[in-house]
């Protein structure tokens, strides 16, 4: 298994905080932020790991992270010129993959949740994360049938769908890179991740899970306070960097 953080982006929303650093760098309460997905990764045991960032911001994560032999994992870093959209991750890292099965994570999400079961007992096709939300519209929404079977993903969708959206965390195996090279920019110019995962759902091949404890998803200054509180009170003893 390997392991993907997706840390690039302008982070237009948290200006002027993020006008001379990543939000993925900016502290959330006692460590960078991009620790608390790296732990969600070390801790299920994935030793190879590719960080990719937005070209400005490159020496300032190879500064933070180096080589990763601090971690014990090691670190690979690639480039993203522009936030192409999250399946863009899959072509970025197809020498990374190497054929191999691997989580993707978002630098900007944090989770209470452990997750170091669903990555070790992966054996193949996809299973990503849903969680009830307030306001689906903001993200990836999955609809459930009667026995909490995923029929349906749209990505922000205009009418209502359900109220649970798809947070930044995903398995897949190897298969994700030729699928995400089949995928169309939307019209937002972006290769959206929920095609992929309709890729999987319609050869019966997803499974979604729910989480359970509180997942953040650190893009405004009202979550990013919201993540502060978590990770001062709940997540410090579950931190292994």
Not at 45 to 52: A, N
Not at 53 to 60: H, I, K, L, S, T
Not at 91 to 109: A, H, P, Q, Y
Request: one cysteine or more; glycine letters at 8%.
């Amino acid at each position: 298994m390997r392991g993907i953080i997706l840390s690039g982006g302008s982070a237009t929303r948290l200006r002027p905080c993020t006008k001379i650093t990543s939000k993925q760098l900016l502290p959330v309460y006692n460590r960078p932020m991009i620790y608390y997905p790296l732990n969600t990764l070390i801790k299920a045991g994935i030793k190879e790991i590719l960080v990719i960032v937005a070209p400005e911001r490159a020496g300032d994560y190879l500064n933070l992270l180096g080589s990763g032999r601090e971690f014990g994992v090691k670190f690979t870093y690639e480039i993203q010129d522009k936030p192409r959209g999250l399946a863009d991750a899959f072509i970025i890292g197809e020498n990374f993959i190497d054929n191999e099965s691997v989580t993707m994570i978002l630098g900007d999400n944090i989770f209470e949740d452990d997750f170091s079961e669903d990555i070790k007992n992966f054996r193949g096709g996809a299973k990503v994360f849903a969680k009830k939300v307030p306001d689906p519209e903001r993200f990836g929404v999955v609809k459930f049938d009667e026995n909490m079977r995923a029929v349906r993903i749209e990505e922000k969708p205009k009418e209502w769908l359900s109220d649970f959206a798809l947070t930044g965390l995903y398995i897949y195996d190897s298969r994700v890179v030729e699928a995400a090279k089949e995928v169309k920019p939307s019209a937002r110019g972006e290769i959206e991740i929920t095609e992929l995962h309709n890729w999987y759902l319609s050869k019966g091949e997803l499974e979604v899970a729910q989480v359970k404890g509180e997942w953040i998803d650190a893009g405004t200054f009202d979550s990013l306070l919201a993540a502060q509180v978590l990770a001062k009170e709940k997540l410090q003893e579950k931190l292994i960097i």
